[in-house]
């Protein structure tokens, strides 16, 4: 977007103005600048940013180490352009407030916001409202001293809170000064690569951190820093702060259960089994499973004459058709050839060449064809098709 500035700046006493911005977008890039500072013993100015969409930092100015920045603070110039414009060699003025609200705040490479003071008065305070807050590739927001009190920090999300690539949210304070206060608030707060939240000081007393959210990912307490993403309130050479992290307790009514309040008996819920060694698994009935694994299901469900034999008196006048004995219901009258045959219960079946099925007492002979004589050492019994 190239090089972009908004300076209000005393030289000598008196105070900085204030800078107000509302817009529905706002995005600085390449080292652009929103600030409200001084060089000498009069106050930084305040800054006031109402975004309906979007707030984007990002990047450094081309061929330079300035970073892209929205700051307000006692700043320490070169000893050139002291001289030049004729200021105290370290400021006195405290530091202003920056306040800003958006839809999303987004910060990358390298981008800044800041409240600081490089000169021996105060810190300011930064105060963020918004939805979602990006910090990525060295994004920072920082309250910083060099030697007088740390400047505070608070920062309320509604929905998101992420911090990647070397990221920092800090309040810190050098010299004798003591570290600043520093309040997060976010349903989430995650951080990866070594990004951290810190309100540390040097010779002072570190700083205090509020933290309120349900979820803390990538990120824990440590009492210095380290490597990896960290929450420090520590002190150098004085008494570390205190961080506190509160987990809000949700009371959602469409999550109530309604518990039981009858006392349940536990031998109504559970079943009793048998005790071992007396288990037995039974087929019963004619049919159905087979007696082993690897044998196919049979049948051995017998022949049976459905035919009412009732009428005693009937009787047929063929020679070769069986006759209804007189005074035995579902007899069979032998013809006279074979009456000295003894009459056994049939046990299966054999076919003929003629097609003429024969029932037969031995069941090893249904594997056998009949010519017309009865098989080896086993009764028969013709079934022949009649009209009664």
Not at 316 to 332: C, E, K, L, W
Request: aromatic share 6%.
């Amino acid at each position: 977007m190239g090089y972009f500035s908004v300076k209000f700046t005393p030289y000598r006493e008196g105070h900085a103005g204030t800078v107000e911005i509302q817009t529905a977008q706002l995005s600085l890039s390449e080292g652009a600048r929103i600030s409200s500072s001084t060089f000498a013993s009069g106050d930084a100015g305040n800054i006031r940013i109402a975004v309906a969409e979007r707030i984007e930092l990002s990047g450094e100015l081309p061929g330079s180490i300035f970073p892209t920045t929205i700051e307000s603070g006692a700043v320490l110039l070169d000893s050139f352009t002291r001289q030049l414009l004729a200021v105290p060699e370290f400021p006195t003025g405290a530091g202003g407030t920056v306040r800003l609200s958006a839809s999303e705040l987004r910060l990358s490479e390298g981008a800044r916001i800041d409240v600081k003071n490089e000169g021996t008065g105060n810190g300011g305070q930064l105060e963020i409202a918004v939805g979602n807050l990006l910090l990525h590739d060295r994004g920072s927001l920082s309250a910083t001293t060099t030697s007088g009190e740390g400047g505070n920090i608070e920062i309320a999300v509604a929905d998101r809170l992420q911090l990647d690539g070397g990221s920092t949210i800090a309040t810190s304070a050098g010299g004798t000064g003591n570290g600043g206060n520093l309040r997060l608030s976010s349903p989430t707060i995650a951080a990866l690569g070594n990004s951290d939240i810190v309100a540390n000081a040097v010779a002072g007393r570190g700083g205090n951190i509020a933290i309120d959210t349900q979820g803390l990912f990538g990120i824990e307490f440590r009492d210095g820093p380290t490597p990896q993403s960290d929450i420090t309130a520590s002190s150098q050479f004085g008494l570390s702060g205190t961080v506190t992290l509160a987990n809000p307790e949700v009371d959602d009514p469409s999550q109530w259960v309604d518990l039981p309040r009858g006392i349940i008996e536990p031998r109504d819920r559970l079943v009793t089994g048998c005790s071992p060694g007396e288990n037995r698994f039974t087929v019963t009935g004619r049919g159905g499973l087979p007696f082993g694994p690897d044998e196919v299901g049979r049948s051995d469900r017998p022949w049976q004459d459905l035919q009412d034999f009732s009428d005693s008196s009937s009787s047929f006048n063929s020679d070769s058709s069986p006759t209804i004995a007189r005074g035995t219901p579902r007899g069979v009258r032998v013809p006279d050839g074979d009456r000295a045959a003894r009459l056994e219960e049939a046990k299966g079946w054999v076919k003929d060449r003629s097609g003429t099925v024969h029932l037969v007492v031995d069941r090893g002979d249904r594997s056998r064809s009949v010519a017309g004589d009865r098989p080896e050492n086993c009764g028969s019994l013709n079934i022949e098709t009649f009209r009664f």
